[in-house]
DNA sequence: AGCACGCCGACT
DNA sequence: GTCGGCGTGCTC
């Protein structure tokens, strides 16, 4: 009998594995590996759908079931793909859907409806014996022979999760269908505005009023950004509406300009001039593609060293081979000039995949890398995943950042997705920074990856002046402004001289950590050397990887001083203390995380280009995106948030970050200046980015991580427990931990492993719910995951705990 | 997760 | 006697 197996839609994790399915005869043509079906499933044979992962021939069982249709004509997955799912269910504890819906668009998969009609043989006067609740929810379908659940509910006036359809399936009355529907509508954004005419008189609490005066000013935002803007909750501005002050509406998101820009058919492959350091680079890179066998290399080049000029001969060359090509930059630096230099060069050929795309819009590029249309896909994260049938090659573009890996389950490393990709299509997978991971950079050093460097800046622009303003000097000087005198002076200059500048304030930290006035001295913790966080509810320093904690007092370790001090909270306010500085300023406030459409954001940076603002305040991620030449100075406030963060990375994040910073200012004719203002002047991080100097900061921080057993030393998986009952996530971190140690003593008693702790998440409640982690220090090998899946699987079993989901991320950006 | 099967209390 | 409570176990 002719059998397939089926990865379905309705599993969980601890039951998801692929299910056998008979193929009628009827569909013994269509149903081809790639292909999506329509399957029983479960006790009630409730219809879903599923992917057909493979085909084969076996006995048939009484237990097996038969495929009910097969959805698609031809198959949507290749080979490639279908080997990747299991790959990532491997890798990842997801189920092998999950790993389907990331192969495909949205859009394309379908959701199964519910469609409920009266059964056979029911009449009016049946409906009208039925008990009141019952009887409304029949009545519609008295008028209309059939409707959606929701449709039903919503004109029975009952709420969406009401049980009654249920009842009245199981007495016979209704019957059930299950339709699969196109998931339709386009990525829209949930906007607001004022209502008209307001209500009178109109009465207002501190906060709506704040709301009140923003969309005064812009008319009409989004709810995100109108949160952002005023730090209210989306529950402020939804009781407003209640009250008939505003409306909410949806907007389709903005089609993105650079989407529509025209370009020709085939693009213009104009001649590029290699420097000889960049000439080597390419040589050896091309000589690692050409060789056949799938290769990995780092690209390591200072900022401004050219490296995109070498993507773009590789790029030619993979072309030519009759090859494609994955280009992965983060979503902040896929502007629409950097897209242009690709669409000039490579015409049609480019298809672009970020988050800011509607669903149709990414349907439709997808359709194109996989009808072979586009053979150069340039994105952020899930471009990775793009149909293309023939990789050649795959570049990282910093490849250091964060964004590469996903903080939604699936939590999968793109990183990781295209090395596998890169070794099914024995392709070169080059990774790009002027700051690499730290991780990266030591597989380059020892020989487990190529490194090609390059080490010239182009052309003649030089490093700006860099002033690492010591902000204890500062205060004892009696300025306590966020602005040092000499930033403050610099950007006063500007503003005379009508030249811009661009300053950036820390996210806002989480923790509040513990330093020394005197000495600069910071608490660490001493079994993991992260920075200790200051609890006010206990008066003391906790460790938030391993729990270790000491009483928060007022003498310092080092040097025995009496100025212990926590900082972190209160140092807000920064921008309002800004516009007291400088009145005159025109100032942007900026932000390059979600809380913006893609399109407000391009509008601001053009605006800022034309001269219409002095001075733009923004979050650290800005600093990456910017380039203006009339930009001479730049600063950071404080950079002791981000270097002090609670993280063992955060010193490399504070390089990058910094490194940046000063490599960007003073692009054009006028030489920047770059001013660092920190309470720990002495910290080397500061001296090493200032003379872009990243190679010596490696040599400085890698003993460090291998003392402490950090990566690449060592692998960090964190298992997270949420649930809204605190003690049973506690409970079940505790017995997650006890099996955990059973299994590790007994059964992989091979693995090195070190356990630290269960422990509070940083913030223990988040949306109602209350979340505990557990860190294991690992090697993230094939046996270790197979441990972790078992305990997880168990764990999802346990009856006790019914109430708490636990989860595992390899790895991950932050340790919850 | 969802859903059926199954075994006890309070209703006609 | 039976309707319906939710404990238990399975998903090709
Ligand atoms: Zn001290
Ligand atoms: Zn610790």
């Known amino acids: 009998m002719l059998m397939v197996r089926v990865a379905v839609e309705n599993t969980v994790y601890h039951f998801d594995k692929d299910f056998d399915y008979a193929v009628p005869a009827s569909l013994a043509e269509k149903a081809v590996p790639g292909c999506r079906v329509q399957v029983p499933f479960g006790t009630a044979n409730r219809v879903c759908q599923g992917m057909i992962l493979s085909v084969h021939e076996a006995e048939g069982n009484a237990k097996i079931k038969f495929l009910q249709a097969v959805l698609d004509e031809a198959p949507l997955l290749s080979n490639e793909m279908l080997f990747l799912i299991p790959w990532l269910k491997e890798r990842y504890y997801c189920t092998l859907f999950d790993a389907v819906r990331l192969l495909l668009p949205a859009g394309l998969t379908y959701r199964m409806q519910s469609i409920y009609a009266l059964a056979v043989g029911v009449t009016k006067e049946t409906v009208q014996t039925l008990p009141p609740e019952k009887q409304a929810a029949a009545l519609p379908l008295l008028r209309q022979s059939s409707l959606e659940k929701g449709k039903l509910l919503r004109q029975a006036g009952l709420s969406p999760d009401s049980l009654v359809l249920d009842d009245l399936c199981r007495n016979g009355i209704l019957q059930r269908t299950m339709d699969p529907v196109r998931r339709m509508g386009d990525a829209s954004m949930k906007m607001v505005r004022l209502h008209e005419p307001l209500p009178d008189p109109l009465k207002l609490t501190p906060r709506q009023r704040e709301v009140f005066h923003v969309l005064q000013d812009a008319g009409c935002a989004s709810v995100k950004e109108v949160c952002y803007f005023t730090g209210v909750t989306p529950a402020v501005i939804k009781n407003m509406t209640a009250h008939g002050?505003?409306?909410?509406?949806?907007?389709?998101?903005?089609?993105?300009?650079?989407?529509?820009?025209?370009?020709?058919?085939?693009?213009?492959?104009?001649?590029?001039?290699?420097?000889?350091?960049?000439?080597?680079?390419?040589?050896?890179?091309?000589?690692?593609?050409?060789?056949?066998?799938?290769?990995?290399?780092?690209?390591?080049?200072?900022?401004?060293?050219?490296?995109?000029?070498?993507?773009?001969?590789?790029?030619?060359?993979?072309?030519?081979?009759?090859?494609?090509?994955?280009?992965?930059?983060?979503?902040?630096?896929?502007?629409?000039?950097?897209?242009?230099?690709?669409?000039?060069?490579?015409?049609?050929?480019?298809?672009?995949?970020?988050?800011?795309?509607?669903?149709?819009?990414?349907?439709?590029?997808?359709?194109?890398?996989?009808?072979?249309?586009?053979?150069?896909?340039?994105?952020?994260?899930?471009?990775?995943?793009?149909?293309?049938?023939?990789?050649?090659?795959?570049?990282?573009?910093?490849?250091?950042?964060?964004?590469?890996?996903?903080?939604?389950?699936?939590?999968?490393?793109?990183?990781?997705?295209?090395?596998?990709?890169?070794?099914?299509?024995?392709?070169?997978?080059?990774?790009?920074?002027?700051?690499?991971?730290?991780?990266?950079?030591?597989?380059?050093?020892?020989?487990?990856?190529?490194?090609?460097?390059?080490?010239?800046?182009?052309?003649?622009?030089?490093?700006?002046?860099?002033?690492?303003?010591?902000m204890n000097e500062e205060l004892r000087n009696g300025n306590a402004s966020v602005l040092s005198w000499p930033l403050l002076t610099a950007l006063r200059e500007n503003l005379e001289q009508k030249r811009q500048s661009i300053l950036l304030l820390n996210r806002r930290g989480y923790n509040t950590f513990a330093s020394c006035q005197d000495c600069g001295h910071v608490m660490t913790c001493p079994n993991c050397s992260i920075s200790l966080t200051y609890h006010a509810a206990n008066n003391r320093l906790m460790c938030h990887y391993c729990g270790y904690s000491v009483p928060m007092t007022?003498?310092?370790?080092?040097?025995?001083?009496?100025?212990?001090?926590?900082?972190?909270?209160?140092?807000?306010?920064?921008?309002?203390?800004?516009?007291?500085?400088?009145?005159?300023?025109?100032?942007?406030?900026?932000?390059?995380d979600a809380t913006m459409s893609r399109y407000a954001y391009e509008d601001k940076l053009r605006q800022f280009a034309d001269g219409e603002y002095d001075l733009i305040v923004g979050t650290q991620m800005v600093a990456k995106g910017l380039d203006f030449e009339n930009v001479t100075v730049v600063g950071v406030l404080s950079a002791?948030?981000?270097?002090?963060?609670?993280?063992?990375?955060?010193?490399?994040?504070?390089?990058?970050?910094?490194?940046?910073?000063?490599?960007?200012?003073?692009?054009?004719?006028?030489?920047?200046?770059?001013?660092?203002?920190?309470?720990?002047?002495?910290?080397?991080?500061?001296?090493?980015?200032?003379?872009?100097?990243?190679?010596?900061?490696?040599?400085?921080?890698?003993?460090?991580?291998?003392?402490?057993?950090?990566?690449?030393?060592?692998?960090?998986?964190?298992?997270?427990?949420?649930?809204?009952?605190?003690?049973?996530?506690?409970?079940?971190?505790?017995?997650?931990?006890?099996?955990?140690?059973?299994?590790?003593?007994?059964?992989y008693r091979q693995l090195p492993l070190r356990v630290l702790n269960p422990s509070p998440a940083h913030i223990l409640r988040a949306g109602g719910k209350y979340r505990y982690k557990l860190l294991l220090k690992c090697r993230n090998s094939r046996l270790f995951r197979q441990m972790i899946s078992r305990l997880l699987v168990h764990f999802a079993g346990e009856k006790k705990f019914k109430h708490v989901t636990a989860f595992a991320d390899m790895n991950p950006d932050t340790v919850l």
């Not at 990774?431 to 182009?458: D, H, M």
């Not at 909270?569 to 900026?590: D, F, H, M, S």
Request: proline share 5%.
């Open 640 to 747: 002791d948030q981000s270097l002090y963060n609670d993280d063992f990375r955060s010193t490399e994040r504070t390089f990058d970050l910094l490194t940046q910073v000063v490599g960007r200012a003073g692009r054009g004719r006028f030489r920047g200046r770059a001013f660092l203002q920190t309470f720990t002047p002495e910290n080397p991080v500061f001296a090493l980015a200032a003379s872009q100097n990243y190679p010596a900061f490696y040599q400085q921080e890698l003993p460090l991580r291998k003392l402490m057993l950090y990566p690449p030393f060592a692998d960090l998986c964190v298992v997270g427990f949420v649930g809204s009952n605190e003690q049973e996530v506690r409970g079940g971190s505790m017995v997650f931990l006890q099996q955990l140690r059973q299994l590790a003593k007994t059964e």
């Open 245 to 470: 002050v505003c409306d909410e509406y949806e907007q389709e998101t903005y089609r993105t300009p650079y989407l529509t820009g025209e370009c020709t058919e085939t693009g213009e492959q104009t001649p590029i001039h290699l420097s000889p350091e960049q000439e080597t680079a390419y040589e050896h890179l091309l000589a690692a593609y050409r060789a056949g066998e799938a290769t990995y290399s780092l690209l390591y080049g200072v900022t401004g060293s050219g490296k995109t000029s070498v993507y773009l001969c590789l790029i030619d060359q993979v072309l030519q081979d009759g090859r494609d090509v994955i280009l992965m930059v983060p979503e902040i630096s896929l502007t629409p000039q950097s897209v242009h230099i690709f669409q000039q060069r490579y015409g049609k050929k480019v298809a672009v995949f970020h988050s800011g795309l509607s669903v149709g819009e990414r349907m439709d590029e997808w359709k194109r890398v996989k009808r072979g249309e586009a053979t150069v896909v340039v994105g952020t994260r899930s471009a990775i995943f793009a149909p293309l049938a023939h990789i050649g090659l795959i570049i990282v573009d910093e490849e250091q950042e964060s964004t590469y890996q996903s903080e939604s389950s699936p939590r999968y490393h793109a990183k990781e997705v295209a090395w596998f990709r890169c070794r099914y299509h024995r392709a070169l997978l080059l990774l790009a920074s002027a700051t690499p991971c730290v991780e990266t950079y030591y597989a380059a050093q020892t020989g487990k990856i190529g490194l090609e460097t390059l080490s010239q800046r182009y052309g003649e622009a030089q490093l700006p002046e860099v002033c690492i303003c010591d």
């Open 554 to 592: 007022a003498e310092c370790p080092e040097c025995h001083g009496k100025h212990l001090r926590y900082t972190g909270a209160g140092t807000q306010k920064a921008e309002e203390q800004l516009q007291e500085l400088l009145p005159r300023a025109r100032i942007l406030r900026l932000d390059a």
